[in-house]
C-alpha cells in the first residue's frame, strides 16, 4: 500500500498546499490516520491555513536538529495531525532539507497516510521530497505552462529515483473537462485522481483558517475532493 505521497507541481500557485490541507482532511474524516508535513520549508503556508503560524516548534526546528518530531506534531481539523515549518527566514536557513527522509520514515511509522507538501521549482528543499515519498501526486491546472512545468517535474522525480503515477487537475474550468484530464493524462504519462474546479469557496475558507471541506463540505472543489479521498483510500 502507498502510504507516503508527495504533492507538487514545479510551478507555485497551482494548489499543493490546499490540495495537501483538503485531501488530508477528507482522508481523515474517512477514519485514516493521516499526517500533513509541511516541505515547502522556504514559503511555509500550512501552518498559516490551518491556524497554526504561532506554534513554538516547527519542523525548522527539527531539521535543525534542535527538536525532535513528535514536538513538532500538532492536532488539525478531523483528527488529522500537522507537521507545519516555521515562517522564520533564520529557521529556513537552519534547516537542513537533507533530515526529510529521516522525519519522513518516522511519521509514516505512525500512520494510514503521510501528505507532503512540497515547495515550488527545483532548488535541493525541493528536490528531497520528490525523491522520498512512495509516490508523487502532481498537481497540475489545465494550461500549458503548468503542464510543461508538471512534465519537468516528473522527469526531475524520476532522475532522483522517485515514482510518479498520479494527477489532480486543479482550477479546472467547466467546459471539456473530460477532454481536459484525458489531454493531461497523455501529455505526462499519468493517471488522473480527478478534476477540482475553479471554485471560489477555497479562498473564502482559508480567510477562516478552515479548510474548504470542512467550512463548505458541499461546495464544488469539497466534493471533488472527498472523491478523491475516497478513490485513494479505495473506500469507492
Ligand atoms: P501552491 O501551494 O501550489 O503554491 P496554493 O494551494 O497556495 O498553491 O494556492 C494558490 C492560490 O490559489 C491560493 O490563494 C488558493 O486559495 C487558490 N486556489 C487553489 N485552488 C483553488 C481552486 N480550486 N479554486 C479557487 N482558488 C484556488
Ligand atoms: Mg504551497
Redesign the pocket.
Known amino acids: 500500500m502507498i502510504r507516503a505521497y508527495t504533492i507538487a507541481?514545479g510551478?507555485?500557485?497551482?494548489?499543493?498546499?490546499?490540495?495537501?490541507?483538503n485531501l488530508g482532511t477528507a482522508l481523515a474524516q474517512l477514519g485514516k490516520e493521516t499526517y500533513i508535513l509541511d516541505a515547502?520549508v522556504g514559503?511555509a503556508?500550512i501552518g498559516i491555513?490551518l491556524g497554526l503560524e504561532n506554534v513554538p516548534v516547527t519542523l525548522h526546528e527539527v531539521l535543525a536538529g534542535k527538536a525532535k518530531v513528535d514536538e513538532a506534531i500538532y492536532d488539525g481539523p478531523a483528527g488529522l495531525k500537522v507537521v507545519p515549518s516555521g515562517i522564520s527566514l533564520q529557521g529556513f536557513q537552519d534547516a537542513n532539507p537533507d533530515r526529510l527522509r529521516e522525519v519522513m520514515h518516522d511519521l509514516v511509522d505512525r500512520c494510514d497516510y503521510l501528505l507532503i507538501?512540497a515547495p515550488?521549482g527545483i532548488s535541493r528543499d525541493g528536490v528531497v521530497p520528490l525523491a522520498i515519498a512512495d509516490e508523487v501526486i502532481l498537481?497540475v491546472n489545465p494550461e500549458l505552462s503548468s503542464i510543461v512545468d508538471a512534465l519537468k517535474t516528473k522527469i526531475l522525480t524520476e532522475l532522483v529515483g522517485g515514482h510518479v503515477q498520479y494527477a489532480i487537475i486543479?482550477?479546472?474550468g467547466k467546459d471539456n473537462l473530460d477532454f481536459v484530464e484525458k489531454k493531461i493524462e497523455k501529455s505526462l504519462g499519468v493517471k488522473s485522481l480527478g478534476s477540482?474546479?475553479?471554485?471560489?469557496?477555497?479562498?473564502e475558507s482559508?480567510a477562516y483558517k478552515t479548510p474548504v471541506v470542512i467550512k463548505y463540505p458541499t461546495s464544488g472543489?469539497s466534493r471533488a475532493i472527498k472523491r478523491i479521498a475516497a478513490e485513494i483510500s479505495g473506500c469507492e
Do not use: C, I, Q, W
Not at 197 to 202: A, G, I, L, S, Y
Open positions: 507541481s510551478k507555485g500557485g497551482t494548489g499543493k498546499t490546499t490540495v495537501t490541507v515547502d514559503m503556508n491555513l507538501d515550488a498537481v486543479n482550477r479546472a477540482v474546479p475553479e471554485d471560489n469557496h477555497v479562498r482559508a472543489s
